[in-house]
């Protein structure tokens, strides 16, 4: 589905990627952890053409990603992306919001539409909030309505940009279980999280990402519970301090 060879990026000076290569196949959920600033955020934008990359390649559903390119848009209506930042439209509904792609993107009919966004409202457990604005709903709904409105479009692909870094710590659980129902419907995920317990719950692979490079990668059970590098060790220990079991299983690794 993704393959990534030799991708290199930086701005001005500012080297972001350094020659990362990597594959995600159909169907497979990869999480991508790391420090801030060690460009993940940038190689999902490069994925989906938002950010064009200085050297290397990246292909998608068989086709090579070029932000200027002819496909560019052809590409972004399969791969959908969430971000941070809700970025809903203030002056419509929730219901209206997912309409908005299908109907102005793909050209469906209005009534169909409606359907579907009805239905993917209350998949995302939003069926009573149709017809809310998004000043009325909570950080946690209005990023279940982007999911929702990046759903609309059938992708083939979802990338999440870290979408419950905005979210007060008790609204997370409910947008990360609408992530853990679409990976159980196999849809295959790029994702980008600080949430350790949920990347060992729903990746079949994790990245490690530090200076621009994937450090390590394997199963989410090795990277998260026996990692080999200790730059990995370093960042586990650092960001899940507070999880004992997952503390316990990188002492031990960290010891023999």
């Not at 609309?152 to 419950?164: N, V």
């Not at 960042?235 to 031990?252: K, N, Q, Y």
């Amino acid at each position: 589905m993704i393959e990534i060879t030799d991708v290199y990026k930086s701005f001005g000076a500012n080297p972001v990627l350094q020659g990362v290569s990597a594959r995600v196949a159909a169907g497979e959920v990869v999480c991508l952890i790391g420090p801030s600033g060690s460009g993940k955020s940038t190689l999902l934008r490069c994925i989906n053409g938002l950010e064009t990359h200085d050297e290397g390649s990246i292909d998608v559903l068989g086709s090579r990603v070029d932000s200027r390119g002819k496909n560019a848009n052809a590409l972004r209506k399969q791969v959908g992306m969430v971000f941070q930042r809700f970025n809903l439209f203030p002056h419509r509904t929730a219901l209206e919001n997912v309409m908005e792609g299908p109907v102005h993107v793909n050209g469906r009919p209005k009534a169909e539409a409606k359907r579907l966004a009805e239905e993917l409202l209350g998949k995302v457990g939003l069926g009573t909030k149709l017809h809310a604005y998004p000043r009325q709903l909570s950080g946690g709904q209005q990023q279940r309505v982007a999911i929702a409105r990046s759903l609309a479009m059938s992708p083939k692909i979802m990338l999440f940009d870290e979408p419950t870094s905005a979210l007060d710590p008790e609204l997370v659980g409910e947008v990360l279980s609408v992530m853990r129902s679409l990976a159980n419907d196999g849809m295959t995920m790029v994702i980008v999280t600080h949430e350790m317990q949920f990347a060992k719950q729903v990746a079949d692979r994790v990245w490690f990402l530090h200076g621009g490079k994937i450090v390590e990668e394997g199963s989410a059970c090795q990277v998260l519970g026996a990692p080999k590098e200790p730059r990995t060790r370093d960042f586990l220990r650092r960001v899940i301090g507070e999880d004992a079991e997952l503390t316990s299983s990188i002492e031990r690794h960290s010891i023999s």
